[in-house]
């Protein structure tokens, strides 16, 4: 199993930046998927999630609203979509592959893989 992230980088308060997810080595499209960040002295953070097939996403309170997730299954590639971004949104991005097809309520230890992460950091 492999996940790479790219599309990370800097942007100012308020923009907007998509990271992708490339998956190999695995059914892309039977498994439910997952973005976490972590932030600089913090703990990682769950942030949004989509389940198998078509995907029903959801999402954490803090970026609902503002980030949209999805998946190109064809393209064995799951998307992050992040809007109007904030200082708090400054973290390091992984894609994590969930064990199963359903992704809701799923603890971080749970994943069973894990990308290398791709960094994004929004400025004043």
């Known amino acids: 199993v492999r996940l790479v992230e790219s599309g990370g980088g800097s942007v100012q308060l308020g923009g907007s930046l998509r990271l992708s997810c490339v998956a190999s080595?695995?059914?892309?499209?039977?498994?439910?998927m997952a973005w976490v960040r972590q932030s600089p002295g913090k703990g990682p953070e769950w942030v949004a999630a989509?389940?198998?097939?078509?995907?029903?996403?959801t999402y954490a309170d803090a970026v609902d609203g503002r980030f949209t997730i999805s998946r190109d299954n064809a393209k064995n590639t799951l998307y992050l979509q992040m809007n109007n971004l904030k200082s708090e949104d400054t973290a390091v991005y992984y894609c994590?592959?969930?064990?199963?097809?359903?992704?809701?309520?799923?603890?971080?230890?749970?994943?069973?893989?894990w990308g290398q992460g791709t960094q994004v950091t929004v400025s004043s």
């Open positions: 994590a592959k969930d064990p199963g097809r359903v992704g809701v309520g799923r603890r971080l230890h749970e994943y069973d893989a």
């Open positions: 080595g695995f059914r892309f499209g039977e498994y439910a």
């Open positions: 989509i389940n198998s097939g078509p995907g029903w996403p």
